[in-house]
């Protein structure tokens, strides 16, 4: 490796702006579904979980008349509830270890207040919430489909 191959890899990894993690916790939190916090991180296959979030909301959209009513808005809930745990996860991983895997070659960036706190509070009480009311659409989709609520008006 020449001098000037070496000088430009060094200024491209100083040039990039460190990632923090409440901006990754609260990507995450709030747009986890369609994985936001995966392209904020620029991980491998983030295409693929955006993908799959905009084909699932597109079919619940277009072929039934309430689109909460559709299985293909309960595939929604897999990258959301996946979004919420990964925002506590990050938000409360130590400041070495998410320097050393996403902010490399840039020394300790990370120092902890408490944002990251906050941040994976608000995800564990609105995960929870949202986990609930799945589990619960589920139920009631499955209830109506097994005719269980026949004549009970909902």
Not at 63 to 85: E, H, K, R, S, T
Not at 87 to 103: G, I, P, T
Request: net charge positive; hydrophobic share 55%.
């Amino acid at each position: 490796m020449t001098q000037a191959q070496a000088s430009s890899s060094l200024s491209a990894v100083s040039a990039r702006r460190p990632r923090g993690k409440v901006a990754v916790g609260l990507l995450a939190c709030l747009f986890g579904a369609v994985g936001a916090h995966w392209w904020y991180l620029s991980r491998r296959h983030a295409w693929l979980v955006t993908a799959v979030a905009l084909a699932s909301l597109f079919c619940a959209v277009s072929f039934y008349p309430v689109w909460y009513d559709n299985p293909a808005f309960f595939l929604l809930f897999i990258p959301m509830i996946d979004g919420f745990i990964e925002s506590a996860v990050f938000s409360l991983m130590s400041d070495e270890k998410f320097d050393r895997l996403y902010n490399p070659g840039l020394g300790r960036v990370t120092s902890t207040g408490w944002g990251p706190v906050l941040v994976a509070i608000l995800a564990c009480l609105v995960g929870a919430i949202v986990t609930m009311f799945a589990i619960a659409m589920v139920v009631v989709y499955v209830w109506v489909a097994m005719g269980w609520l026949d004549g009970y008006v909902l």
